[in-house]
Nanobody, 121 residues
Framework: VQLQASGGGLVQAGGSLRLSCQTSGISFRENAMGWFRQAPGKQRELVAGINASGWINYLGSAKGRFTISRDSAKSTVYLQMNNLNAEDTAVYYC????????????????WGQGTLVTVSS
């Protein structure tokens, strides 16, 4: 199983980034997928999830600013992040959560490499 997140970087407040997570070794079409983030000194939390049927949920401050999508042909999940602020600074990971409605759900797979997003104010 590989979950390879990419697309992070340094961006000014108000800017945008698009993250990608290429997966392999999983039944991508059958699994819910989610984007998690871990800010310095904080627990990792779910920010957006999409199930196999396309139902989507956003948690907390992601609502109205982030958009999650998936491409089953590419086994890839994306996160478009707009209007970024300093509180979005974190390492972002993808995984398959058991629940899309709680902040700290269990996940089906081990964690892969995350991608660092740094928002400067």
């Amino acid at each position: 199983v590989q979950l390879q997140a990419s697309g992070g970087g340094l961006v000014q407040a108000g800017g945008s980034l698009r993250l990608s997570c290429q997966t392999s070794g999983i039944s991508f079409r059958e699994n819910a997928m989610g984007w998690f983030r871990q800010a310095p000194g904080k627990q990792r939390e779910l920010v957006a999830g999409i199930n196999a049927s396309g139902w989507i949920n956003y948690l907390g401050s992601a609502k109205g600013r982030f958009t999650i999508s998936r491409d089953s042909a590419k086994s890839t999940v994306y996160l478009q992040m707009n209007n970024l602020n300093a509180e979005d600074t974190a390492v972002y990971y993808c995984n398959s959560p058991y629940s899309l409605i709680v902040r700290s759900p269990g996940t089906r797979f081990s964690w892969g490499q995350g991608t660092l997003v740094t928002v400067s104010s």
